[in-house]
């Protein structure tokens, strides 16, 4: 998508990127998450680089510069590998913006960094059973299904839904 631009989020993404966060949670798994936790976990992320980043994709030739795609880098370290797993999280694509390219363009941006990176030794993400979409999606990106399964345990805080 030529008119994509590609960039690190700013401090003035944080609205953006947290009213993506709760619609892909209410979207992909039915869950409505609290507003104001949300956009202070967004603004954490932002504050401290140490918690991983944000990249966002914005029509380049459009006077507005709305965003209108996201994902978040968490980092794992790796002592088999002595280097991190880049993890994707919050994924989301403005449902007007979906089907042009926007996540593979924010996705080969942040393969063509992690592979450039010496302290980066691979990419992950996890993804709802049930969507199928996005498990085609990241398979055509050349991912491939991991032989893991994840298990949690959650501490729910107060004002967070839970399940």
Same mark, same amino acid.
């Given at each position: 998508m030529?008119?994509? #631009?590609?960039r690190? #989020?700013r401090?003035?993404d944080a609205?953006p990127?947290?009213?993506?966060?709760l619609?892909?949670? %209410?979207?992909?798994e039915?869950?409505?998450?609290d507003p104001d936790?949300?956009r202070?976990?967004?603004?954490?992320?932002?504050?401290?680089p140490?918690?991983?980043?944000? %990249?966002?994709?914005?029509?380049?030739e !459009?006077?507005? !510069?709305?965003?209108?795609?996201?994902?978040?880098?968490?980092?794992?370290?790796?002592d088999w590998?002595?280097?991190?797993?880049?993890?994707?999280?919050s994924?989301y694509?403005a449902?007007?913006?979906?089907?042009?390219g926007v996540?593979?363009?924010l996705?080969?941006?942040?393969a063509?960094?992690a592979?450039r990176a010496p302290?980066?030794?691979? %990419?992950?993400?996890?993804?709802? !059973?049930?969507n199928?979409?996005?498990?085609?999606?990241? #398979?055509? %990106?050349?991912?491939?299904?991991?032989?893991y399964?994840?298990?949690?345990?959650?501490?729910?805080r #107060?004002?967070?839904?839970?399940?």
């Open positions: 030529r008119d994509l #631009a590609i690190y #989020a401090a003035d609205e990127i947290a009213d993506g966060n619609a892909m949670a %209410l979207e992909t039915g869950k409505r998450l936790t949300v202070r976990g967004v603004q954490a992320v932002l504050d401290d140490a918690k991983g980043f944000y %990249l966002v994709a914005e029509h380049r !459009r006077e507005d !510069r709305r965003v209108v795609g996201q994902l978040m880098i968490t980092y794992e370290w790796s590998r002595n280097a991190n797993y880049w993890w994707v999280q994924v694509v449902p007007a913006a979906r089907r042009a996540f593979r363009g996705f080969t941006h942040l063509d960094q592979r302290s980066v030794c691979g %990419l992950r993400l996890y993804v709802e !059973r049930e199928l979409a996005a498990q085609a999606t990241y #398979a055509a %990106l050349g991912m491939r299904h991991a032989r399964h994840l298990y949690e345990v959650e501490f729910p #107060a004002g967070e839904p839970t399940g």
